[in-house]
Every structure is written in C-alpha cells, then in structure tokens.
C-alpha cells in the first residue's frame, strides 16, 4: 500500500456496442492503456482519428516502474498537452555520481544544451504520467473511447479489417477496426495472436526494484555503486522521483530466490545497509524483475502496429523503454493518417517498421552493452570492467568507458528510405533522418518555441529570402512555409546556429518534426519531389 | 592498414626486461589486472579507432 499515492478506479462501463449486439466497424482500436497505448490515443485525437482504447484492467501503473523521461517524449506529449503538467510534477536532475566499492568514482553533470523548452530529462513515477495522460484522454472524449474492463481474447486478421473478440463484465462480443495498434506491454497478447517472433538475448541476473519514502537530506542526483561494500559483488541504483519517494534498485544475481528476496525481512536490511542505519524511510512497492532484450520480428502484421514494450523489450539501463515506445507512436500516427486518408499507399506504412525497427535495434545495442558492463559475463570480462572503474578514479580518459547506462537519445533515422541525402553542403544542422532540435523564436509578438510554432502537417522552413509561397502542395499533401525572419524571429541566434544556416537554409520538416530533406536555397520542384519520397508516393 | 608492424619500440630489450620484471612476483590475478590496465592505458594513448580494431584482430588470430 502506497503512502504518497492513491490509485484512481476508472468505472467499467457497458459500452453501446455490446449492449445492441451489432458491430459497427471502428477506424482505430488501439490495445493497452499504458503510457504508450493513451499516447497513441491523444496524438490519433490530435490528428482528427476517432480511436477507442481496450484495457484489461481499470487503473494506472502499480509500481512506478518507468522513472526517467528524456527530452524527445517530452516534447511529444508537449504536442499532447500534458508535458508542462509532467515537469512540473517530476524531480529534474544533472548530476550523476559512480561509485566503485567503498569511494566515490567520479561525478558527472548532464550540462543539458540551454535554449530547449524542455528539460534534458524529469524523473516521474509512471503512475503520475498514466494517470494526467488519461485525465487529459477524458477532454477528448467526442474522438477518444476508453473502455477499462474490456479484455481482448482473440482476433481474426482480413484483409480489410480485424475483427477482434472482447470480453467484459457482461460477457464476450465481437468488434471489427480497420487499424489495430498494440500497445499491451512486454507480455502482448496480440503479437502471441499474430504469432510474431520475439527473440533477443535473456539475461541470466535478477534485479531488486524497491520504492521507499524518506525526507533525508540525499542530493537530487542519481547514484550508482558497482560493487558497494554494502552489498558485495553486485550493483545498485540510487534515484529521487517525485513526493519524497527514491527509487533503489539493487543486483540480485541469478540464485536469488524472488519470493524470498522481496520479503520485507530481507528487503529492509538491503536498504539499510545502502541508506545508513540512521536513515528513517518506509517501504512503499517491492518488485524483482528479470529482463530481456528482445524485438519483435515486424512492427507491421497487416492492419496491425505494434509499438512500446509489444515491439521490443530492453534492459532498463538508460530509460530506454517508455522513451522509446513514445517515439514509436509519433512516427506512427502521422503515417496511418496519411494512409487513412488515401493520400499515401498502405504499404507507407511499411516505412514505420523501417525507422523504428532501427531505432529499437539501436537502443538495444545500448542496453545490451550497459548490461554487459554491469553484469559482465565472464572472469577476464569482469577484470577489464574493475581496471575501468579502477582507473576512472584518477583519470579522466576511463570515465567515458564507464557504463552504468547511457540515457535514451533519439535515434536518427540515417537510412530511411524517405529521407532525400543531402546534395548541397552542409557542415552541421539537422540531417535528413533526425529529429528537429528546439531553439527560442518570437512569433506574433510573443516569444515561444519552434517545435510549438511547426505544422501539424509538413513544414518548409525557409532561412533567407522568404519565397512567394504560404504553402507548398502534393495532391492533398500540404507544407507549410515558415520563414525565418517573416512568420517567426530566431530570438538568440540559436535557430540559425543549430540549423547550419548562416547561408540560408531550406527545411523540408516532417509532421513528426523530423528532418525529411534540405537545402541552401528555396526550390519548389525539389520540396515537391522530396515531399513525395516522404510519403511514399510511387 | 593503420596499424604500425614495423619496428618502432625504442630499447627493445631494456622494455622487455622491465614488463616481465614487473610481473615476476606478482599472482595470476593480479597480472591480469595489470595487463588490463595496461591495454586500456595504450588503447586511450593510441585512440584511433581502426587502429585498435586491427590491433585486436592481430591478437586473436
């Protein structure tokens, strides 16, 4: 039982379909409403797609779980509305401290880039981020249904359509959705019913989660001990999340017996030996969690996407699960609109399993290489890792060998095959592929942000002489101009300095802020043709 | 290949001795510790990527 929070009950309602007996076939049903489920729901929302979410259950996260939520989901629920609410609720941090058995390692600081509108990253319990997600899903409730007790047992993929079996309170019935998006976690039923592979690397290695509250004086910093006198030959984790409740997280090793280990006889001496005997604290939420790093073979079966933990699965060194499954929903709900709305053909969305099967492969390259220097395999394994952490304490050229997780970046897409390569020269800025980076700008008077100011649909963003044009079309395809100079100001140079673009630039952006294609000088028969690679147009 | 195979260790003898001097009283363990420490020392001296990729291919085989 928690003493800091109190888990919301969501009522079950009957929905009108079961009531009637008749199916009525729905543009989006998306599975699971976790993080990544009720995020899919608002950016559909945001884009005019009526969608119903299913969930098994009636409440948020129990546990907190995901901590650690890096810059780029931020801004993408900031597109959501919710991101303010998030960072002001959630525990900032910079400063990292490794430890290395009885002394101090080194400290590190994130310095994070000044000139974002958000933070590099917040520390938050899953279970506040759940529950403003669905707060915010209720305001939109003429396009998003949430149905809670509504459990998902079979499905029958077609051509056109999947027609799903749900069970309720009232019993089982039947629906249809042209498009399906799974979103119901590690354990997805629905890539079991599709039979999709999920293979990856299990790790033979149990870990401690334990939550507690105490009011001590520890810095707002995230500590990590590899081999701590306190607890010998293992790891540990020391990390601030909102209401006075730290995160510790502790190795077990493999022979570690999980429903021993998570008895408070024994969880509490652990936490006293890491804390001092002196440290008053109590227990809110134990788990002892074993982890794989693993992805599913296909994020597109048919009319079916998966995304979050449904896809992959990782190591949760570098907070590179949530961050990750947020990213996978804005580089999915663009796409299907497109394709729901005919202005792009079905197999575009082909192009979601290209860049985000990429993304994933590389944060589970990251996670993998953090478990192997936290838990190394072998004896000559573990010798290196200790001469690293060895020599980290007097010099500084060891420290960046040091991996105690590497904190989830975006993963450009470099190779995506709707990126147009660069053809003019460009020495630095945003590369086809990468996500925009934010910078301060003035628009109408007033200052803001240039991720809040782009389009919902594509963008041109244009440094130097403004064109004669408002927007650029393709078909039904609209771009929207913004010059630099006309419809905003770059209010400290940054805009001009994080987009190589001293001598003129042209942005051709996506509507998920990534960088589609650009050039020095504004050309229309270019934009046009980069715009039709970017939407898979043949 | 980046890497240098031709003679380049000044004292070849004199460095020798003083590498096998070093280890001669020490334990198993202890010099796997220092020959690690050693590597990674040399590896940051050296920094180049595919020098140290064909340097430890050279090793393996």
Known sequence: MLNTYTWPEYPYVQSDDQKNGTVKRKPVIVIGAGLIGLSAALDCARLGIPVIILDDNNT????????????????????????DKMVEKGISWNVGKVFFKEDLA?????????????????????????????????KHSDLIDLRWKHKLISLTQHDDHTSLQVETPDGIFTMECDWMIACD?????????????????????????????MKADFPTERWFWFDPTFHKNQSALLHKQSDDVWRLDFQMGWDADPKEATKPENVIPLIKAMLGNDTEFE??????????????????????????DAAHQVSPFGARGANTGIQDIDNLTWKLKMVMDGDAPIEFMDSYDEERAFAADDNLLNSTRSTDFITPKSKSSRIFRDAVLELSKKYEFARPLVNS??????????????????????????????????????????????????????????????PDKSEI???????????V??????????????????????????????????????DEGKIIAALARATGQK | MSLNLKRNIERPDDFYQELIDMQRDM???????????????????????????????????
């Not at chain 1, 809110?284 to 996407?305: H, K, M, P, T």
Request: overall charge negative; glycine content about 8%.
């Open chain 1, 106 to 138: 080194y400290e590190f600081d994130l310095l994070p880039e000044k000139g974002h509108k958000m933070p590099a990253m917040i520390n938050l319990q899953q279970y506040y981020c759940e529950e403003f997600l669905v707060d915010e899903v209720m």
């Open chain 1, 473 to 483: 079309k393709l078909g039904n395809i609209r771009a929207q101009v913004i010059t």
């Open chain 1, 60 to 83: 948020v996260s129990i546990g907190s779980r995901a901590v650690c939520y890096a810059k780029r989901p931020l801004e993408i629920w900031d597109r959501l509305g919710i991101a």
């Open chain 2, 27 to 61: 334990e198993e363990d202890q010099v796997q510790v220092m020959n690690a420490k050693l590597i990674l020392i040399l590896s940051n001296h050296i920094g180049d990527h595919k020098t140290l990729s064909e340097a430890m291919s050279l090793a393996k085989s």
């Open chain 1, 405 to 466: 997780g590497r904190l989830s970046m975006p993963t450009p897409y470099v190779n995506s095959s709707l990126n147009t390569a660069d053809e003019d020269g460009f020495e630095a800025g945003v590369a086809p592929g990468t996500n925009c980076a934010d910078a301060p700008i003035i628009a109408d008077g007033a200052e803001g942000w240039l991720l809040n100011k782009l389009s919902d649909d594509f963008t041109v963003l244009v440094f130097g002489d403004a």
């Open chain 1, 283 to 308: 227990l809110e939420w134990v788990s002892i969690y074993q982890f794989a790093c693993r992805r599913i073979d296909n994020f597109r079966y048919g009319r079916i996407l998966f995304a979050g």
């Open chain 1, 485 to 522: 100079g006309a419809q905003i100001e770059d209010k400290a140079g940054l805009l001009t300095q994080r987009y190589d673009a001293e001598d003129g630039a042209v942005y051709l952006i996506r509507p998920d802020h990534h960088v589609a294609a650009r050039w020095r000088k504004f």
């Open chain 1, 185 to 213: 976690g590690a354990n997805s039923m629905v890539r079991d019913m599709v039979k999709a592979d999920f293979t990856g690397q299990f790790f033979q290695d149990r870990f401690l989660i334990a939550d507690v509250v």
